[in-house]
Structures are given as structure tokens and as C-alpha cells.
């Protein structure tokens, strides 16, 4: 599981902007740990490539702080957006394309 901690460390946070991060922290755990194929260990914490799954989405939520519309920045040819779908996320956290087999 993720702490506010690891967010703040993980993403180089100032002490100053870390008011979110017990939340982002709480929501990203939640919906991590209800993923059925999560990487575990035997013990039930998280493998790496799960944390760092979970990483990658707290630092979307964190980013959604100060953009609530989803811009990211607007360029030459126009705005360009916090994107909603990260295929490495769905990698490390076997989600979409990248779930692990079944057999029913």
C-alpha cells in the first residue's frame, strides 16, 4: 500500500503542497486492492511492479489537484491534456489488454 509519504518522496513533492496526498494515498489504495490480479507477496503486500502501478496513478490524481479541467498546458497548436489511459499503469497492474489469463 501506498502512504502520503511515498507520494511525496516519489514525486519529489515540496513539504508545502502535500495536503492532497493522505487522500490520494487513501483513494489509490482502495482501488488498487479491489483489482482482482494485483501482483502480491505471500504475506499480501504489493510486488513492485504494483507499487509502482499505483504510483503512476497517484501522480495523475496529484496532477488533476491543480488541473481539475484535465489541460495540461496549452502550446503552439493548442492545449494538450492530462491523458485518461496509461498503458504502463495497465501493464504493471494487469488491467484491459494485459490481464492475466483465466480459466473458467
Same mark, same amino acid.
Given at each position: 500500500?501506498?502512504?502520503? *509519504?511515498? &507520494? +511525496?518522496?516519489?514525486?519529489?513533492?515540496?513539504?508545502?503542497?502535500?495536503? =492532497?496526498?493522505? =487522500?490520494? *494515498?487513501? *483513494?489509490?489504495?482502495?482501488?488498487?486492492?479491489?483489482?482482482?490480479?494485483?501482483?502480491?507477496?505471500?504475506?499480501?503486500?504489493?510486488?513492485?511492479?504494483?507499487?509502482?502501478?499505483?504510483?503512476?496513478? *497517484?501522480?495523475?490524481?496529484?496532477? #488533476?489537484?491543480?488541473?481539475?479541467?484535465?489541460?495540461?498546458?496549452?502550446?503552439?497548436?493548442?492545449?494538450?491534456?492530462?491523458? #485518461?489511459?496509461? +498503458?504502463?499503469?495497465?501493464?504493471?497492474?494487469?488491467?484491459?489488454?494485459? #490481464?492475466?489469463?483465466? &480459466?473458467?
Amino acid at each position: 500500500m501506498l502512504t502520503a *509519504a511515498d &507520494i +511525496q518522496n516519489w514525486f519529489q513533492i515540496n513539504p508545502e503542497n502535500v495536503d =492532497a496526498l493522505p =487522500a490520494i *494515498a487513501d *483513494a489509490v489504495n482502495t482501488y488498487v486492492g479491489s483489482l482482482p490480479n494485483i501482483d502480491k507477496e505471500t504475506d499480501g503486500t504489493w510486488k513492485g511492479t504494483t507499487k509502482l502501478g499505483a504510483l503512476l496513478i *497517484a501522480g495523475k490524481l496529484y496532477a #488533476r489537484k491543480s488541473q481539475p479541467s484535465g489541460v495540461n498546458n496549452f502550446g503552439e497548436t493548442g492545449p494538450t491534456y492530462i491523458p #485518461r489511459w496509461d +498503458q504502463q499503469v495497465d501493464m504493471l497492474l494487469h488491467l484491459g489488454d494485459y #490481464r492475466k489469463p483465466v &480459466i473458467v
